[in-house]
């Protein structure tokens, strides 16, 4: 066997290195000279003028290595493809190193989401490749080059790809040509998402092309420039040669030397693919792999349909088109939000009286930046000063389609920065809603949470994906993914979310609650809370099953909040303490830990920074049977060697805490953890 390069030459010093397999062995080489003339690896491990030192694997990455070989690499991973193969996916992206883990474990979710609303991007199995520090790869389907005969066909195809891709919310940011192949059915296939990102996110720095000279925010648009950057001449030289059908489609094209952008400008075109008025097809939305307290809504079949209007200016307000629409079709109907179509909303609207509807989102709703207007007419709600856009209630509502749901938040992160009591409305005010489901939305720049479900019941929301941050200095702040309030039977479960506070948090009253398949970056963990801010308030947060989530670059993964029993203030725009409650039956099962500052985080003391105050005054706010385990991964340095806090106000109100299988360590390696008042000898962690 021979040896096999797996990174292209990087500088160690001023020695140029490359990685090498040997026989399912990782090894180090090191030489002096040219970086460009590699030594002979004839001989290997025995190397004329260069080092060679092994680099050792855990279990489960040998296992993986010894079973597979190389077939391709880059610098942000290789690909090998298994030596036997039981299934169709016989191919896997593997990282050797704690950036290409990171990377990976990012582009998993981005593939898996995307692959979720059917885009064409290469299909991955569910369970990606875990050892003892997390995610080091997954397996994948087996791809093929385009044959150049045939590439005449594809020229539309590839654009409407890209086009889908950035429907689902996702800027590749890595377009090249070589990144367009065939599957096994001979459809068109996006590969290679490591430096993708979602529409709205700043670009880390790490996965900038080139180095910019300010912050880079992904967008359609950066995209669309690479796109029209690869011609003709850069094509040709690729495994994907369209040069020959290019020249054939010139006449449809117009264009003499014809370019990405013109095609997938043909492909919008008439003479391209215009899709008429359709309907969606309601979605069939599975609870998997647990199921919810009470049967999922199961609606029955629309029999009209309501196109909604558009002034498609962008400027003047369509909510009466879209209201009138509503009550047309309420009661029995469909109303279709036009693919490719902008509504722009200045205007509140309360849809507290929908029942039996379905809203299918095709295009694009857009809200007003009238910051005046909506602090004075956003509907409020009486907990944490939360108001929204609309309200939105009723008894069997649907809404899908595939659509954006955008907050126009940029006005409103500036003005907070400017004045913390700005009343920021919410993208999604939930208020009294029953039997519904919510799938396959877009939602980018809410002002402040982007769920706030109140006083609802046995509602699902499947496959959401959330973006937005600021383009300015200001961050986007408290852009929770959703925030569940006096509501019970709740699923969330399938989605994405980048966003800048709890991924998903359980206000008071919350019970029944059920949260599955969410993958979460740059969030504040999924959190009980935060609870007893309210003097004479006796809240209750009750069985959650929370399961497979993954949390990267967040503050915490699990996580459980309570004010003390003592005036407190966390910002001055919130405030509190003194309120009572009940913690019982929260199960955290399954998540993935990658550069989270605490893996576990319990604490009776939120927004007081004087421990002594709160064991002097302690919450009264009990918590009780409470389940951490199976957690996998490496947390940030911020708190390190801890991994985790468990901290109650007294010995009294906490009982019953338990973690196992906790395999998370610092980056230093350890697994430590902070313990007050509660029995560490129930704690997989160390003190």
């Not at 109650?648 to 980056?667: L, R």
Request: glycine residues 8%; aromatic residues 10%.
């Amino acid at each position: 066997m021979v040896a096999q390069p797996i990174t292209p030459p990087y500088p160690i010093g001023k020695s140029p290195a490359i990685n090498i397999d040997f026989k399912g062995d990782e090894y180090l080489l090191r030489w002096d000279g040219d970086w460009r003339t590699m030594p002979d690896l004839t001989l290997f491990p025995i190397v004329k003028d260069a080092s060679v030192t092994p680099i050792p694997h855990s279990e489960r990455v040998t296992e993986i290595w010894t079973a597979s070989q190389v077939i391709a690499y880059g610098a942000d991973s290789h690909i090998r493809t298994f030596n036997s193969c039981s299934d169709e996916f016989s191919a896997c992206k593997i990282a050797i190193n704690d950036r290409q883990r990171q990377w990976l474990q990012e582009e998993f979710s981005i593939l898996q989401h995307l692959a979720s609303k059917d885009i064409p991007v290469v299909r991955v199995h569910q369970e990606p490749l875990t050892d003892e520090n997390g995610i080091f790869g997954f397996r994948m389907e087996r791809l093929y080059n385009i044959d150049i005969e045939k590439a005449a066909e594809y020229i539309s195809k590839v654009a409407r790809a890209f086009e889908e891709v950035h429907r689902g919310g996702v800027v590749h940011h890595d377009i090249s040509p070589s990144n367009i192949m065939l599957n096994q059915k001979g459809l068109v296939t996006i590969i290679d998402f490591g430096r993708a990102g979602y529409i709205g996110q700043e670009v880390p720095p790490m996965k900038t092309v080139k180095r910019p000279r300010q912050k880079e925010i992904y967008s359609v648009e950066s995209d669309n420039d690479a796109l029209e950057r690869v011609n003709v001449k850069t094509v040709t030289n690729m495994r994907f040669h369209l040069a020959t059908a290019l020249t054939i489609a010139s006449a449809t094209l117009s264009v003499a030397s014809p370019t990405f952008e013109a095609v997938i400008n043909w492909g919008r075109s008439n003479a391209g693919q215009k899709r008429p008025d359709h309907t969606s097809s309601r979605p069939n939305v599975k609870c998997h792999p647990h199921q919810p307290h009470v049967p999922p809504p199961s609606p029955p079949a629309r029999h009209r349909v309501c196109y909604v209007k558009s002034h498609g200016d962008g400027k003047t307000d369509d909510t009466p088109y879209i209201m009138k629409a509503l009550h047309d079709c309420n009661n029995g109907g469909h109303v279709v939000f036009r693919e490719g179509v902008q509504y722009f909303i200045g205007t509140a609207m309360d849809l507290t009286f929908l029942n039996h509807i379905d809203l299918d989102i095709q295009g694009k709703w857009l809200f007003s930046n009238d910051t005046d207007y909506w602090q004075a007419n956003s509907f409020p709600f009486v907990f944490q000063n939360v108001t929204s856009f609309f309200k939105l209630g009723g008894n069997d509502v649907n809404i899908y389609g595939g659509g954006t749901i955008d907050g126009n938040g940029q006005a409103w992160y500036d003005l907070y920065a400017k004045d913390i009591y700005t009343l920021r409305p919410v993208l999604f005010g939930i208020d009294g809603l029953k039997n519904s489901i919510l799938s396959d939305l877009v939602l980018r720049y809410s002002p402040q949470y982007y769920h706030f479900v109140a006083n609802s019941t046995n509602v699902i929301f499947d496959n959401i994906n959330i973006a937005g941050g600021s383009n300015s200095a200001n961050t986007a702040k408290n852009t929770d993914g959703w925030d569940t309030y006096r509501s019970t039977d709740i699923t969330i479960q399938n989605s994405y979310i980048v966003n800048g506070d709890d991924c998903v948090a359980f206000k008071p009253n919350s019970t029944n609650i059920l949260i599955q398949n969410l993958v979460c970056t740059g969030s504040h963990g999924i959190s009980v809370g935060s609870l007893g801010q309210y003097v004479g308030q006796f809240d209750i947060v009750e069985n959650v099953h929370v399961y497979n989530i993954s949390m990267t670059n967040a503050s915490d993964g699990a996580r459980i909040k309570v004010w003390p029993n003592t005036a407190s203030a966390l910002s001055g725009d919130l405030q509190g303490g003194g309120g009572s409650g009940r913690v019982n039956n929260i199960t955290y099962d399954t998540m993935y830990i990658n550069n989270v500052d605490y893996a576990i985080e319990v604490d009776q003391c939120y927004g007081q920074k004087n421990l002594t105050l709160c064991l002097e005054y302690p919450s009264p706010l009990t918590i009780t049977d409470i389940v951490f385990k199976n957690f996998i991964g490496t947390t940030s340095t911020k708190y390190q060697p801890q991994i985790g806090t468990f901290a109650c106000s007294s010995s009294t109100v906490c009982n019953n805490i338990a973690a196992s299988d906790i395999n998370v360590v610092s980056p230093g390696g350890k697994n430590e953890a902070y313990c007050l008042n509660v029995d560490a000898t129930t704690l997989d962690v160390s003190q």
